[in-house]
């Protein structure tokens, strides 16, 4: 499935990891811009989208059913 992140500016290009809930990466990349289209073939589940800048990192939890 795929699904539509929405990041402010400053996000844009950063550093983007998506981890399940044993903490394995299932998809890393940059951050394509502000609205950003991700594909991601994961069984349901709970995942955690951590974004990456000089100066933190954000993390946010997803639920796919």
């Keep these: 499935g795929s699904f539509h992140l929405l990041v ?3 996000f844009a290009g950063k550093d983007l990891e ?6 394995q990466i299932v998809y890393h990349g940059p951050v ?17 989208i951590k974004i ?3 100066k933190a990192s954000v ?3 997803i639920i796919k059913l």
Excluded at 18 to 23: A, S
Excluded at 32 to 48: E, R, T
């Design 18 to 23: 998506i981890f399940n809930e044993e903490g």
């Design 8 to 10: 402010a500016n400053e």
């Design 59 to 61: 993390v946010k939890c």
């Design 32 to 48: 394509a811009g502000n609205d950003s289209k991700i594909d991601l073939d994961v069984p349901k589940g709970v995942y955690f």
């Design 52 to 54: 990456s800048t000089a």
